[in-house]
């Protein structure tokens, strides 16, 4: 059986389900008997959504959106 | 991640500046202006250094758009452009706090097993997601990041791009973007994990 210091190695490459299958299976199996590694997996995942939908939320702010637009017009649309 | 026909798209429009045509800037300019400001606000957390960059990346495009060649994908270059930028901005005012990722593994003992309970608040987090108390936990922890893990992270998980784009933008290996990747969700994940461990005794007291 792999240890869960392995099994956390091998984390990123699980959810880029870039690992050869047997070595997926012993991980899996790993899961089953191990819930410390089932809790570090759910909140390893977990921490990529919750970054991702907090982060992506930005948006250029309405008085720097006209900067930019004014910006492109007099530097680059009306040289 | 780019469509097909988003490629086709930004392949035309190349075509078109290369050619002379504005409108061909301005459409392009629509369409990446947000891409370009996040990217940039993500990496240095400030409005104005991240409209300085945006304002230097459009003028970039337009002026190099002829040095552009169609190896890689018009949005690569123009992601590479962004961090240059990015990156000068940050040199400026070098902060330079070093911080260890080595210590965002769970303790084991000598046969590399686990010999603590983790907490797993991965199901619990949804009535906080949107509070601004755990938003600004998260942007914190992010800016703590050395910068060569934190554009890994925000470009992979936060944009969402491919782990070979990435690779194709910082001109790094698969194996380096995904340990560099690795890296920083560890160490996110055990600052989020004290949080909502603090979180909780918080809550559990009132
Ligand atoms: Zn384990």
Redesign the pocket.
């Known amino acids: 059986m792999i240890?869960?210091k392995e099994?956390i190695e091998l984390l990123c490459d699980y959810f880029e389900g870039t690992l050869d299958p047997e070595t997926a299976s012993s991980l899996e199996d790993?899961f089953k008997d191990?819930p410390?590694?089932v809790s570090f997996l759910e909140t390893y995942r977990q921490t990529s959504d919750l970054c991702r939908k907090t982060l992506t939320a930005v948006e250029i702010p309405e008085p720097v959106q006209e900067k930019l637009r004014e910006f492109v017009k007099t530097h680059i649309l009306n040289r | 991640m780019p469509t097909q026909e988003e490629k086709a798209q930004d392949e035309i429009l190349v075509r078109d500046m290369k050619a002379g045509s504005m409108e061909a800037f301005n459409k392009i300019f629509e369409l990446y202006q947000r891409k370009i400001y996040a990217l940039s606000f993500n990496m240095t957390r400030n409005q104005m250094d991240a409209q300085d960059v945006t304002q230097d990346v459009l003028l970039t495009i337009y002026r190099k758009i002829n040095t552009f060649q169609e190896k890689s994908a018009f949005s690569s270059w123009v992601y590479r452009i962004t961090l240059n930028a990015t990156y000068m901005k940050l040199r400026t005012k070098k902060k330079d706090q070093y911080v260890s990722l080595d210590e965002s593994l769970p303790n084991f003992n000598h046969s590399g097993?686990?010999n603590e309970k983790i907490s797993n608040w991965s199901k619990s987090t949804d009535s906080l997601l949107f509070s601004n108390e755990t938003k600004k936990v998260i942007e914190k922890a992010v800016d703590l990041l050395p910068e060569k893990e934190k554009v890994v992270f925000i470009l992979r998980d936060v944009e969402g791009l491919s782990t070979e784009k990435v690779g194709d933008i910082l001109d790094l290996t698969i194996p380096a973007v995904k340990s560099r990747l690795h890296r920083a969700r560890l160490f996110l994940r055990k600052k989020l994990s004290h949080y909502f461990d603090e979180y909780q005794t918080r809550s559990a007291k009132q």
């Open positions: 240890c869960c099994c790993h191990c410390p590694c | 097993f686990q």
